[in-house]
């Protein structure tokens, strides 16, 4: 009799075992499926223009602070030594050159950061950076200068070429001194919860 309890008892044992293995298998099959869930994309043509209307006017005031001077008020007085033309910049906002960097990475993909923004008017082997730190605090080069953005994007246009994962391919029409202008392709990309501009605009 007691080896029919003991033999009982070791059967229920090894059946909790088992139920309790494929318990946690299947937990982690929910898991991995609701990952891939999350990435996908899955835009609608509405919610492109949702978006675009955010995005590239957010993206242009970028273009507009590192297109020359005028983006800033500046104390002319407060100069960098032994470089002339450096004024103080005046803004809440930016500080620092982190804080500039830190806003266009808000917007674009770190590769159209690096490329179109911080290699152009950051990089400080560069002989006059558009913009620098000093003590402490964001100076600009208030002796360059600048030049207008012709181009409109017109986002009531955009359509969705294709998606895969979290990215995204949109068409818009676009206006040049408000003659049409040829189509423009624009990448978005979706990066810690919000999406980035995969394309340069210039």
Not at 22 to 37: A, C, I, L, Q, W
Not at 171 to 196: A, C, R
């Amino acid at each position: 009799m007691k080896r029919i309890k003991c033999g009982l008892l070791f059967f229920l044992a090894i059946l909790v075992l088992i139920v309790g293995c494929e318990s946690r298998g299947n937990h982690t099959e929910v898991t991995t499926t609701d990952t891939k869930v999350s990435a996908t994309v899955n835009l609608s043509d509405k919610e492109v223009k949702e978006i675009l209307d955010r995005l590239i006017p957010n993206a242009l005031e970028m273009y507009g602070i590192f297109n020359g001077t005028g983006s800033f008020k500046i104390d002319a007085t407060k100069t960098i030594a032994g470089e002339a033309g450096y004024a103080l910049v005046m803004d809440p906002k930016y500080k620092t050159v982190a804080d500039l960097k830190q806003a266009v990475e808000e917007r674009f993909t770190k590769d159209i950061a690096q490329t179109v923004f911080f290699s152009r008017y950051l990089t400080p082997e560069k002989d006059r950076p558009l913009y620098k730190d000093y003590e402490g605090k964001l100076y600009v080069d208030n002796n360059n200068g600048g030049h207008g953005w012709a181009k409109k994007f017109l986002m009531d246009t955009a359509k969705l070429k294709g998606q895969k994962d979290n990215v995204a391919e949109i068409e818009l029409d676009t206006t040049v001194l408000d003659e049409s202008s040829d189509k423009l392709t624009i990448k978005i990309e979706f990066v810690n919860g919000k999406w980035l501009l995969g394309t340069r605009l210039d």
